[in-house]
């Protein structure tokens, strides 16, 4: 039997076990096809508060677990991560629309959160402070209790998994409720790893369920913690639920990402750069190269490669084909990038190449004669769009690259890569990456925006991750109670 087998799981939550959930039932759909794959259960307010109780009461036992024991469990879903990856990039290709490489990429980064997060039980989770008094002081990292993620349907599988692991890890339980569009690569497959590598039950359950779900999870009382990746929309509207309730929040969001492109750029590498981080997964990432800044020497020659590339690169279904890009999530996200597009046109820009469609299979676009105000340009698109925008001076370059609310990525090529390190150094942005284009991801790193792009906290590392999923406790202790005057 394989690992995803549908028998397990049609049809149904997670909550302590498979069952049937009161939020009724989904359809899984192929973006590409518009097959039905599979069906999923959609949890409830009902549901989420059942879950949170069994978690809460689950969680004290696996934090007085020992640091071997989580550890193990987090080795061992690593490996299932590795063993079962055909089965995992099947799904991530059918239901998230990805192309083979994606996928791959998608569960090698699963296994390595997973075996990361299995060396933080062993940590140092605490310190021994100064003190006057004649007594031993420490400050020590203890579990939140129960952690709620929320991720979305891009990079479903990564984005659960990269808060799901650390959280287990630390000794909390997690609620978790992936995008309903991707339920099953970016949900079911993390809580079928964490099922078979011996996670004790109540410890992860599985919600998947639109905002309604996500509010409910938010909003109760014994979730704590709540780490939650998507768009800044609805960022803000659970950074605002999250206060209202005394939570913390960890918020990744949009982005709108800008990639410079020096005067002394080798402008054949640059184009390819820019073409990957545009176009990779139909430009459906928060890092995705959303601005192109150009400097007018290299302009004429780097939009006409750039224009080339997309014209060339094949699109179509994933799972058939060998293509570039597969189909965008589903018509509403194609009908926002067409109206970007040809909005950006009516004012102005010029089509260099795409601005088409079939079905959800959206062409390679490239747009020159970008004004600030184009709104392909000001917007995040999250569709394959690539506007371009001229430059003539650094000091200009740096002020368009610091216009717009967002700062997630930032991507700068040239020679001299201290003159690009200056240069980043004047721009708002969480990331930023010297001769590479806007999308890079790893576990190691600690990954987060700046401005609307997050509210600066990170994941990746023990660093980040410890100070994501637990709370600091003072603890003294002394031989006897000192005398008071009372
Ligand atoms: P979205 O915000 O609509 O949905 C993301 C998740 O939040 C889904 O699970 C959704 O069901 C849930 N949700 C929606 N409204 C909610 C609410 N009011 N309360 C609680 N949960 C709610 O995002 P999307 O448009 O599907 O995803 C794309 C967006 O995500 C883009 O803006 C992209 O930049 C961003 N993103 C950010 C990162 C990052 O790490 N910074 C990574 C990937 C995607």
Redesign the pocket.
């Known amino acids: 039997m394989t690992l995803l087998d549908a028998s397990r799981w049609s049809g149904q939550i997670f909550s302590s076990g498979w069952k049937a959930a009161h939020g009724g039932v989904r359809s899984v759909v192929e973006p590409a096809t518009g097959d039905e794959l599979e069906r999923i259960g959609l949890a409830d307010a009902t549901d989420i508060a059942q879950a949170a109780e069994a978690a809460a009461q689950a969680q004290h036992g696996w934090a007085e677990a020992s640091f071997q024991e989580r550890a193990a469990v987090l080795r061992r879903a690593g490996q299932l991560f590795e063993q079962h990856a055909d089965e995992f990039i099947e799904w991530i290709v059918r239901e998230a629309g990805g192309i083979p490489p994606k996928g791959q990429f998608e569960v090698g980064i699963a296994a390595e959160e997973c075996y990361q997060a299995a060396a933080l039980p062993a940590h140092v989770l605490g310190a021994i402070l100064p003190t006057t008094e004649a007594r031993l002081s420490l400050a020590k990292r203890v579990p939140v209790g129960v952690v709620g993620v ?6 479903p599988l990564i ?1 659960g998994i990269r808060s799901v692991a650390p959280a287990l890890a630390l000794g909390n339980a997690v609620l978790f ?5 991707t339920a099953v690569c970016g949900g079911v497959s993390i809580m079928r790893v964490f099922e078979e590598a011996g996670l004790p039950p109540g410890l992860l359950q599985l919600l998947p ?7 409910a ?2 909003t109760h009382p014994l979730v704590r913690v709540i780490s ?8 803000r ?2 950074g605002e ?1 999250a206060g209202r309730h005394l939570k913390r929040a960890h918020l ?4 709108n990402s800008a990639l410079l492109v020096l005067d002394d750029a080798d402008v054949a590498k640059a184009a390819s750069a820019g073409a990957f981080g545009s176009f990779n997964h139909q430009g ?5 190269t959303g601005r192109h800044l150009v400097h007018d020497r290299i302009a004429d020659e780097y939009i006409s490669v750039l224009a080339d590339k997309a014209a060339h690169l094949p699109v179509g279904n994933p799972a058939k084909d060998p293509v570039a890009l597969g189909p965008v ?1 589903d018509a509403h ?1 194609r009908d926002r990038i067409h109206e970007l597009v040809t909005s950006s046109v009516a004012g102005g820009a010029r089509l260099r190449a795409g601005g088409t469609y079939e079905g959800l299979f959206y062409q390679a676009t490239v747009l020159d004669q970008v004004q600030p105000a184009t709104p392909a340009w000001s917007e ?1 698109v ?1 569709g394959p769009v690539a506007p371009v925008m001229r430059f003539s001076s650094d000091d200009e370059a740096v002020a368009l690259a610091s216009a717009g609310e967002y700062g ?1 990525s930032l991507g700068i090529i040239t020679r001299d890569p201290m003159r690009g390190l200056a240069l980043a150094e004047r721009i708002p942005t969480g990331i930023v990456h010297i001769n590479d284009q806007t999308v890079n991801d790893e576990p190691a790193a600690p ?3 700046v401005g609307a ?2 509210t600066g906290s990170r ?1 990746g590392g023990p660093d980040a991750n410890i100070e994501a999923f637990t709370d600091t406790r003072w603890i003294t202790m002394r031989g006897e109670v000192p005398p008071y005057p009372f």
């Open positions: 929320i991720s979305p349907f891009n990079f984005l409720k992936p995008d309903p569009r369920g639109g905002a309604e779900a996500g509010e999870l938010v939650f990746t998507g768009s800044t929309p609805a960022g509207k659970v639920l990744e969001l949009g982005g459906q990432i928060c890092m995705t999530i996200q995040e999250f997630l990954f987060g925006g792009s997050g994941f």
